[in-house]
């Protein structure tokens, strides 16, 4: 079976730094991209970026460009997202999923079960 | 930057049809997929390839394409599709993922 499992939830002042993580299981981790998506409270999701953890190729989306550093470790099927200084506005349900790539098209499946940020002084 | 446009609510009563749009001007260069996201939970994946079913998925559930909207339909809709649903496509050179803005879907 296809799974993401995402680290736990995390409580950070503003200011702080923040790795969350990401591993795969069940495939070819470094065949397929791993994507980041936020959900902050209430709101819809937003696609932050990728990377191809077999080169660790990365891509930003424009909107969180030099906001936050996306990597990997093949090694341990693991991918990362992080922060150097947190914001309140971090604040915000964070999700990683399978790109899945045929064609030139792509989509998201499975994603992790998310990992929920907290910033707050 | 590149907009995928949904309506914010949708309310329908069990055993009827819900229909869902999503509105692009890449939507006819690029195909659109869609996610259902129940509170508390991760998004599923429910339509790939404008069209496709993944297994898994029940049949009450497909989608469709007519220019630039895309629509999902959900046939004789179950309380359990109470739901948030979002489209998801690329802008039109296919350098990014774009999200919907997302579709509330009320079993009432």
């Known amino acids: 079976e296809v799974q993401l499992v995402q680290s736990g939830a995390e409580v950070k002042k503003p200011g702080e730094s923040l790795k969350i993580s990401c591993k795969g299981s069940?495939?070819?981790?470094?065949?397929?991209?791993i994507g980041w998506v936020r959900q902050m409270p209430g709101k819809g999701l937003e696609w932050m970026g990728i990377?191809?953890?077999?080169?660790?190729?990365?891509r930003y989306s424009p909107s969180f460009q030099g906001q936050v550093t996306i990597s990997a470790d093949k090694s341990i099927s693991t991918a990362y997202l992080q922060w150097s200084s947190l914001k309140a506005s971090d604040t915000a349900m964070y999700y990683c999923?399978?790109?899945?790539?045929?064609?030139?098209?792509?989509?998201?499946?499975?994603w992790g079960q998310g990992t929920l940020v907290t910033v707050s002084s | 930057s590149y907009e995928l446009t949904q309506p914010p609510s949708v309310s329908v009563s069990p055993g009827q049809t819900a229909r869902i749009t999503c509105s692009g001007d890449?939507?006819?260069?690029?195909?659109a997929y869609w996610y259902q996201q129940k509170p508390g939970q991760a998004p599923v994946l429910v339509i790939y390839?404008?069209?496709e079913r993944p297994s898994g998925i029940p049949e009450r559930f497909s989608g469709s394409s007519s220019g630039t909207t895309v629509t999902l339909t959900i046939s004789g809709v179950q309380a359990e599709d109470e739901a948030d649903y979002y489209c998801?496509?690329?802008?039109?050179?296919?350098?990014?993922?774009?999200f919907g803005t997302g579709t509330k879907v009320t079993v009432l």
């Open positions: 999923a399978r790109r899945i790539a045929v064609a030139g098209t792509f989509w998201f499946d499975p």
């Open positions: 069940g495939y070819s981790f470094t065949s397929y991209w």
């Open positions: 990377i191809y953890p077999g080169d660790s190729d990365t």
């Open positions: 890449a939507l006819p260069k690029q195909y």
């Open positions: 390839k404008d069209s």
């Open positions: 998801q496509s690329a802008d039109s050179s296919g350098t990014y993922e774009v």
